[in-house]
């Protein structure tokens, strides 16, 4: 069949100029007058196409997965020592170059070996040769449908082969099936991309090969991952959001020295440093804003010094203050200084993790594994699993028991809340005593000023 425009179905995409001069070799080889000679086949209803070239009749096959095709129209085929002999006048290029060109064709899909498709070669001898049909051409884009796929399915299902073989797998390509015209054996590659229990159909490439649009199939496949993980996202809602900014908003803002100021004053405004004083990283007694912190979360609680001292104090009422401790010697482990990592590591092991150690904590054995296997090349963050560990027990077991308990609960009742200093948390929002009115204000007590002038002249005489 001879090439023509693409059909109205087909999206014309960005032309690489190697595409468009294989294209143009293409149309000429196909002229009726000065282009390769070509001859008539005869498809018959069978598995296996014929087809004659050379030498007269012989067996062409797809293989195996191939499907039937039955078709009475003639289908015009070529050999492949025509197709070199005639670019070889063409071109006046050697025999060695006319194999390149040749092979090039039969790679980006313009020409469909008959005899072995899965071999995309060029061979000079009288193998038959087929040229696609423009709409298979790579610079031809198909909207994908699924009828097609189902009609492959059923075409397998009649001749008793359900079962997909591998190169039929959703993410392989290279399904064959007939073309859209019904006298045409065409090449077809397709991916068909598994979307929540469903096939897609999506072009992968012409020949055999990697479509030059391949890109676009990446993106769609991304989308389609994407939108499946969208699905299962945890959904909420706008109103329960608000809820949640409408609470930390509340408890926090108390202890926002901007919203609220600072008791008992603000230090950097004020002569006085009693506020720096009373936030000591150790008092004798906390202000009550610094114990509720402590209950805002685990963080708050291990971050300030003294709220982790009453913490160890509780563990230890409890048998379990080994737990904290390792967890500081981890911390002193990550900041510390290069030169003592390796002294650190062997001493936070000994004395926590050694079998039989004297503050032996429980730590489970796939982290234990992970642990002993960093040992080996000690660095400051091979006790980062174990401390994660031990962190994520004290907070769930240990920390909410604290909350409860008497020794907090007496933290608070006996917190000192500082007398409230009357200091403006800004002084330079107040407003001076002598300001100046806007121009506005002065454009209209001008009239009023001029006509009331001589008035209040006489009544000051």
Known sequence: MAAGPAPPGGCPSAQRPHLSKMERVVVSMQDPDQGVKMRSQR??????????????????????????????????????????????????????????????????????????????????????????????????????????????????NIRKQGALVDHEKPGVPSVLEQGPERGSCTARPRTWISTGGRYVLGATGRGGLADPCAGHLTGLV??????????????????????????????????????????????????????????????????????????????????????????????????????????????????????????????????FLAPGAARWVNIDSHTMERTLEGLRRPHRYVLDDAQLHIYMLMKKDSYPRFLKSDMYRGLLAEAVVPPETKWRVFPFMRKPRRSSPSPALLASMEPAAAAGGPRGGDGEA
């Not at 050379?54 to 025509?82: I, Q, Y």
């Not at 989308?223 to 900014?245: D, F, H, M, P």
Request: hydrophobic fraction near 40%; charged fraction near 20%.
């Open 43 to 156: 498809l018959l209803i069978t598995v296996i196409p014929h087809a004659v070239a050379g030498e007269g009749p012989r067996r062409l096959g797809w293989g195996a997965s191939g499907p039937a095709l039955a078709s009475p129209h003639p289908s015009l085929c070529c050999a492949g020592s025509d197709i070199v002999e005639w670019l070889i006048q063409k071109y006046c290029i050697s025999e060695e170059e006319a194999l390149h060109l040749g092979t090039l064709l039969v790679r980006h899909g313009y020409l469909y070996p008959l005899r072995d498709p899965l071999s995309l070669l060029l061979q000079p001898d009288d193998t038959p040769y087929r040229f696609q049909t423009p709409y298979f051409w790579t610079s031809t884009q198909w909207p994908a449908a699924e009828l097609d796929y189902a009609i492959y399915l059923a075409k397998k």
């Open 222 to 351: 991304s989308q389609i991952e994407y939108c499946r993980k969208a699905l299962g996202r945890t959904r909420v809602k706008s109103s329960v959001c608000l809820e949640a900014y409408l609470k930390f908003s509340s408890q926090h803002g108390p202890h926002d020295p901007i919203m609220s100021g600072c008791l008992p004053s603000n230090p950097w405004i004020a002569d006085s440093d009693t506020y720096w004083v009373v936030n000591a990283p150790s008092v004798a007694a906390p202000t009550k804003l610094r114990v509720d912190r402590w209950g805002f979360s685990f963080r708050e609680l291990l971050e300030d010094p003294m709220g982790r001292a009453h913490f160890m104090e509780f563990l230890r009422k409890e048998f379990s203050a080994e737990n904290l401790s390792f967890w500081e010697a981890c911390e002193e482990l990550r900041h510390g200084g290069q030169a003592q990592v390796p002294a650190l590591v062997d001493a936070v092991y000994e004395q």
